[in-house]
């Protein structure tokens, strides 16, 4: 009896056994190449396809390498950059990509771990050549977003080898390393006190300007009312020759005898003809 037990155990093990080596399963977030002694028999559920599920293999003789069929992330260890500037930034990076054609990329790189080794290689050497060809001050701000997309179309053209298609590739972060950021930071100091310098300058050249053409104006808007009052002054004159002698008089009396004046010369004389007689012009 206890014979007959094992060799019924055993068979259910050996059942069991040949099973879990003749079916498997390719969930849907997953594509599968199949492999005989090491050459490839079929790709499964591939990029692009629908084909998830319950799939059989010869047991024992043939093996499945599955390989993620979602975007996968990476991040590229912190690089020091030099700008064509020469100054030196410490770049941090990430990229996302998919694996579009699993059959180059098992040939290429076997396991997904070795691909993401050989991606990022290629990341760091896009970063140096297409950063290290602009100054640091683009890369921290001005063009940012454009290198991002010419290191992503640059990336994406090497990685095809791979069987790889890039989906993204940022920089995170972009920072001067420390021995050279305060004089880095100095220097972009003095050039915005430059700037304001120099608009202060242009400021007060058109206060100069401003102040200059106003006066202008204002002297042209008096000579001209001072013509305009004399015209005026002489139509008055011409009508009334009196009343001319009148009014010249006693201007001169204001000019001559201001508040609080003291007379030392008897009121005799012509000029102080008015005072003496309102008539005097009628001589």
Known sequence: MN??????????????????NT??????????????FGQVQSVINKYGADRAGLYMKAPFVQNVV????????????????????QERLLVDAF????????????????????GEQRL??????????????VRTDEIISTRRAELMTTIAKQMHREAQSLGVQIIDVRIRQADFVPQVQERVFERMRTERQQVAARIRAE??????????????????????????RAELYANSFGRDAEFAGFYRSMQAYEKALPAGTQMV??????????????DAGKR
């Open 3 to 20: 014979r007959t037990v094992m060799l019924t155990l055993g068979a259910v093990f050996l059942g069991l056994v040949l099973l879990s």
């Open 23 to 36: 079916f498997f399963v390719v969930p849907q977030t997953k594509q599968a190449i199949v492999l005989q």
């Open 66 to 85: 599955f390989f993620d069929k979602r975007n996968i992330g990476f991040t590229l260890p912190e690089q020091q950059i030099i700008g064509a500037d």
């Open 95 to 114: 990229a996302r990509y998919v694996i579009v054609d699993p059959l180059r990329f098992y040939q290429q790189a076997t396991f997904e771990q070795r």
């Open 120 to 133: 990022a290689t290629i990341l760091e050497s896009v970063l140096r050549q297409t950063l290290g060809s």
């Open 203 to 228: 400021g007060e050249r058109k206060k100069v300007v401003i102040i200059a053409e106003a006066q202008e104006k204002a002297q042209k808007t008096k000579g001209e009312g001072d013509a305009r």
């Open 265 to 278: 010369v008897p009121p005799e004389g012509e000029f102080f003809r008015y005072l003496k007689n309102k």
